[in-house]
C-alpha cells in the first residue's frame, strides 16, 4: 500500500483565517513533505521532516507553519494568507532522507485545493 | 545549481502513435531521477525511479531510460487514457538534499 491521505480536499479560506491541512500515512515511512504547486507548474519543495524533525524549510513565509506531531501525521497550519497562496498543496512520504544516503521514491497524496478570498 | 528540463513542453498524438518524453539535467551528483504522472487536480502518482545510466525500467505501456545527462519516457500505442502530465523530478546534492521537478510535459492522446 503507497496511500498517503490528506484533508480536506479542498479548502476556502479568508485572509484573516486560521486553517490547517493534514496529511497521514501508514507506510512506516520516515520522512515527509510538504510542497506547493501552482495550475501548470510543477510542485515546490516548501519542508522536509526526517524522523519528526524539520529538516529543511525552502525559506516559506511564516505564514505557513508545519508541524509533525508524530511519524504518520504531518499538519500544515495556515495563518493570514494571501491570495497568492491559492494552489495545490501537496503532502508526500518517502521510507526516509539519509545523510549521504539515497532518498527513497516520494509517494504524493491527492492535494488539498486552497483558495484564499 | 541544479536544473531539469522537460521537452516538449506539450504533444498531441493519435491513439497507437509512439512517441518519447524527454527530461534533460544538470545536477551536482545525481542520487535519482523520478518519473511521474500527473492528472488535472490530483496528487503526482510515482511510476519510475532510475538510478545509474543505463538502467531501463518498463510499466505497461511505458518504459524510460537514464543516459548520463537525460532520461526518455518512452510510450509504446498510447492510449487516449495516457492523457496527462508527466513530470521528472532529480535526486542530487552531496546529502541528496536536493529534489528538483521539471516543468514538465502535458501529454494528450487523441482517440
Known sequence: D???????????MGMTNKKSL????????RAMYWYKQKAKKPPELMFVYSYEKLSINESVPSRFSPECPNSSLLNLHLHALQPEDSALYLCASSQEVLAGG???????????????L | ????????????????ESSSLNCSYTVSGLRG?????????????FL??????????????LKAT???????LHI??????????????????????????????????LP
Open chain 2, 76 to 109: 509504446t500505442a498510447p492510449k487516449p487514457e495516457d492523457s496527462a502530465t508527466y513530470l521528472c523530478a532529480v535526486q542530487a546534492g552531496n546529502y541528496g538534499q536536493n529534489f528538483v521537478f521539471g516543468p514538465g510535459t502535458r501529454l494528450s492522446v
Open chain 2, 1 to 16: 545549481e541544479d536544473q531539469v528540463t522537460q521537452s516538449p513542453e506539450a504533444l498531441r498524438l493519435q491513439e497507437g
Open chain 1, 22 to 29: 493534514k496529511c497521514e500515512q501508514h507506510m512506516g515511512h
Open chain 2, 33 to 45: 531521477l523520478f518519473w511521474y504522472r500527473q492528472d488535472p487536480g490530483k496528487g503526482p502518482e
Open chain 1, 2 to 12: 503507497t496511500e498517503v491521505t490528506q484533508t480536506p480536499k479542498h479548502l476556502v
Open chain 1, 102 to 116: 539515497t532518498q527513497e521514491t516520494q509517494y504524493f497524496g491527492p492535494g488539498t485545493r486552497l483558495l484564499v
Open chain 2, 48 to 61: 519510475f525511479t532510475l538510478y545509474s545510466a543505463g538502467e531501463e525500467k518498463e510499466k505497461e505501456r
Open chain 2, 66 to 72: 537514464l543516459t548520463k545527462k537525460e532520461s526518455f
